[in-house]
């Protein structure tokens, strides 16, 4: 009982420096790229809505690479670009054509789960990155809390004030044990 409680106390104390320390990386990464936090290189983005699923689920976070060069993207590649009528909005849909427009490129897109294509073709120079194909469903919720003023605040300061509580009752139960150790006298 005493390994499993003392096993159990390592785990709790992992996990609470883990999420403290991924909350500043992805707090501090937010801040420096405008919002978009970056791991180990890759942008993660939150996504919004259903029109990739099955495979990218609403709430999930995914990661894209930044494309530099457009003439490497290729029909079934799956790209976020900027949105032509609100360009504050990102969308990531796949490739379903690439079309030539006198000496540009341009790219029709469509979401899986989408009856048809996107209504506008997508111009090179409203790509922004190329799907990695990594996505951890629902984390994308969580981030998107992360990102607000209060969501930072409470992932930055409740797991910090959760680890002094927890390093307390560590430094109390060993006084405690080195109070048991002192009492008993040594035959």
Known sequence: MGKTKKWLGKMV???????LIFMVITSISSKLTGGK??????????VLSGSMEPDIKTGSIISVTPVLNTKELKKGDIITFKAADAPNLLITHRIIEIQKAGDRLQYITKGDNNDGRDSLPVQTENIVARYDHFTVPFIGYLLSFVKSKLGAVLMLIVPGVIMIIWSFFSIWKSIKRMDTKIETPAS
């Open 37 to 46: 936090p970056i791991f180990l290189g890759h942008e993660m983005l939150t």
């Open 13 to 19: 104390s992992f996990l609470i420096y883990g999420i």
